[in-house]
């Protein structure tokens, strides 16, 4: 089976793919089967949903699974959570399948629209945009780092006249959710939580190559410390949302501890809402409509939807329901019912990975999947234990001006792993067949050992959309990322870069003699190698997003005409309707954004409980 794996992820076609992703599955799954003493779903899904809920839930991904939980836990309260996705299944809990994950069914699978300055390197020059569609949404499909980000992004939301938003406020609600295992943790103001649903540890396995990052970024001045505390800055090996070895999903986190516990919560799957019903001359909100079973299906709410699909689907239901730019929705056919800014603010995290080779051994994911390294999870050892290879974590301020309020404006991370051993990663990037060629077969073929370090830009100042492409709610909207659109962008991007490729003058780096691929890509040759302009041309051809899509229905008061939500996340000009997730962030923040999320999610149902007087 694992050589026909292999020719398939080789082949790099979609039906190969999603073969692939299935057989992968299949045969962990069986492994695996009898092994967990844990139901895979919490809540038994319903065949009869009730006609009316007091409260809808849209979505079941990292916001949507903590707001059900939370919402549930007044008795009083009908919940309805909907999930277009099925359940999640054992190979989702194994950290390093990340990757993956995203050739399955459980990944919409987005693409950016072409563009001839950025993804060049892609097929078709457009850059593939996971999601998950599964129970956990993106929290299955992702990479478990956990951040807190910086007390600057909060302070700034709040700034934009957002009352509630600043980071001391908000301090209570990421210990509410962070269960941290972590040990050495800062224990003062910025303390963490050690009891709330979501784990966060370090992972139990490193390869020597995580390591050296480490010591190489203090032999170059960082200090070692935790990232999530009072200062960002510095390096770490990865916090991870993982425990007791297994992916904590927002679905782990939040609704496996209600098996049997919650009557008032019902959970729909493999449906998906197309409309959330608004009345046009009240414009209050009283439902949604689904697909379901084969069947058109309406549910009402008596209270409020909230629509927690996540940066790219929750734009899209909102204009399909009426919600959007007026000229837009009018120009695909659909009537205006509130003209706001939805689908614009997109903002995403890249980072061009640079490839180094080495002396030290690295992950080779193509010789995973064996006996003996299924066993060694199941024995809660090995590399199936790595958050998908990510290992370490530093974050820089490189405009001096920002290191004086400690606020980073580059994250660099290192993965001890490379493209040539990890075909997944390769296909799930959508890498072209003539650039891997040129670039990493060479390795390929002399079973080199070589490791990656991302350069993550953290505050971009370009900004994309997401629009309809049509009114069929099953087609997938357009996505314009505009990546690099602001020049700021690609300069920060290739300090960052210069930055990582520094690291190698270390002690740390010289003993496993690890140096830059000397490989170019052909395409950027004729402007010298390693001088700015040939990183500029690499970052513009691997153009690798870090998933981290964000700011689609932007929170701020009424008078800014760019802002969708309040700040108490209720859409403006519509009533009983809210946005929890992804979408709100006015500012994507400076880290990854995953707890964040969670973040926005428990304040919004202090707020929702607020407002509706329960407490
Ligand atoms: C591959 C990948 C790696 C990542 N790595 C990291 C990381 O390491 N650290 C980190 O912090 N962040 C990471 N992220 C980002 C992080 O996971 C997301 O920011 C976060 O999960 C977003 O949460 P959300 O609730 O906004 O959306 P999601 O979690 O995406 O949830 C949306 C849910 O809504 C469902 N849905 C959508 N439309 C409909 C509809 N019409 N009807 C019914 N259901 C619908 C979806 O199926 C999905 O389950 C990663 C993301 C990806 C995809
Ligand atoms: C952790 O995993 C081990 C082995 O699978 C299991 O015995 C133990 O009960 C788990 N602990 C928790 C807290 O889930
Ligand atoms: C970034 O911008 C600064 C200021 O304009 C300039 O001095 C520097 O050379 C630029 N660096 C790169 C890598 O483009
Ligand atoms: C790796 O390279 C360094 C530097 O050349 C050398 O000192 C070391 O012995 C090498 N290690 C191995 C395992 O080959």
């Known amino acids: 089976m694992q050589s026909l794996l ?22 962990i799954e069986l492994l695996r089967r009898g092994q967990s003493q844990m139901d895979l779903e919490a809540v038994d899904d319903r065949d009869q949903i009730l006609p009316e809920y007091d409260f809808i839930v849209v979505g079941a991904g990292t916001a949507g699974c903590a707001l059900a939980a939370r919402l549930s836990e007044n008795p009083d309260w009908q919940i309805l959570l909907i999930e277009a996705g099925g359940p999640e299944n054992y190979i989702m809990d194994m950290p390093i399948m990340a990757h993956y994950l995203q050739l399955g069914e459980m990944n919409w699978k987005y693409r950016t629209q072409p563009s001839n300055s950025y ?59 962070e269960g941290s295992l972590i040990p050495d943790a800062d224990s003062g103001q910025a303390r963490h939580g050690r009891k709330g649903p979501v784990k966060i540890s370090y992972s139990a396995y490193h390869t020597p190559i995580a390591t050296a990052f480490v010591e190489a970024s203090q032999q170059a001045g960082l200090t070692r410390g935790d990232y999530n505390g009072v200062n960002q800055l510095g390096v770490s090996y990865l916090q991870a949302n993982i425990g007791n070895g297994t992916r904590c999903s927002s679905n782990r986190a939040y609704l496996y501890p209600l098996k049997g516990k919650r009557q008032n919560l019902h959970i729909k799957k493999k449906a998906l809402v197309t409309k959330v019903l608004i009345d046009p001359q009240t414009k209050a909100t009283y439902g949604i409509m689904m697909q379901a079973d084969g069947r058109m299906q309406k549910v009402l709410a008596r209270k409020e939807v909230i629509v927690s699909a996540g940066a790219i689907n929750t734009p899209q239901l ?88 400690g606020w980073a404006d580059m994250e660099l991370f290192v993965a001890g792993t490379s493209i040539h051993w990890n075909q997944a990663l390769r296909v799930a990037l959508g890498i072209r067949g003539d650039v891997y060629e040129s670039v990493f077969s060479e390795l390929e073929r002399s079973n080199a050992n070589a490791f990656m370090i991302f350069p993550m830009i953290l505050r971009a100042k370009s900004r994309g959309r997401i629009r309809l492409k049509s009114r ?5 909207p357009l996505i314009d990322a505009n990546y690099f659109a602001h020049p700021y962008d690609l300069n920060i991007t290739v300090r960052g870069i210069k930055q990582a490729i520094s690291l190698l003058d270390q002690p740390a780096f010289r003993a496993i003699n690890a140096r830059v691929l000397e490989k170019q890509l052909p395409a950027c040759r004729r402007y010298g190698y390693q001088t700015d302009a040939y990183w500029s041309c690499y970052a513009r051809h691997f153009t690798f997003t870090i998933y981290h899509y964000s700011g689609t229905a932007k929170m701020g008061p009424r008078s800014d005409p760019s802002a969708v939500v309040d700040a108490r996340l209720r859409v403006h000009g519509i009533s009983n309707l809210r946005v929890v997730d992804a979408s709100i962030m006015p500012y994507l923040v400076a880290g990854h954004p995953n707890g964040p999320v969670y973040l926005i999610a428990e304040k919004a149902t202090d707020m929702i409980k607020e407002d509706h007087n329960y407490t």
């Open 472 to 476: 069929n709610p099953l087609q997938h």
């Open 119 to 177: 993804c060049l390197a892609m097929n078709n020059n457009r850059c593939n945009w996971p999601r998950g569609k599964v129970m956990g949404g993106s929290s299955v499909l992702n990479y478990m780092m956990y951040t807190r980000a910086n007390r600057h992004d909060y302070d700034r939301w709040k700034a934009l006249g957002n009352p509630g938003w600043g980071y001391d406020e908000l301090l209570p609600y990421f210990r509410k959710y």
């Open 6 to 27: 292999f020719c398939l992820l080789h082949l790099g076609a979609a039906a190969a793919q999603s073969y692939l992703g299935n057989i992968l599955f299949d045969g």
């Open 318 to 405: 909102l204009m399909l329901s009426g919600v959007g730019p007026a000229k837009h929705l009018r120009e695909v056919g659909i009537k205006p019912i509130a003209d706001l800014a939805v689908g614009f603010n997109l903002q995403d995290h890249v980072a061009p990975a640079l490839t180094f080779r080495c002396n030290a051994s690295t992950l080779k994911f193509n010789n995973f999947l064996n006996s003996d390294a299924v066993g060694s999870f199941l024995r809660g050892e090995g590399p199936l234990r790595s958050a998908g290879g990510v290992e370490a974590i530093s974050f820089y301020a490189l405009d001096a001006a920002e290191g004086a309020k």
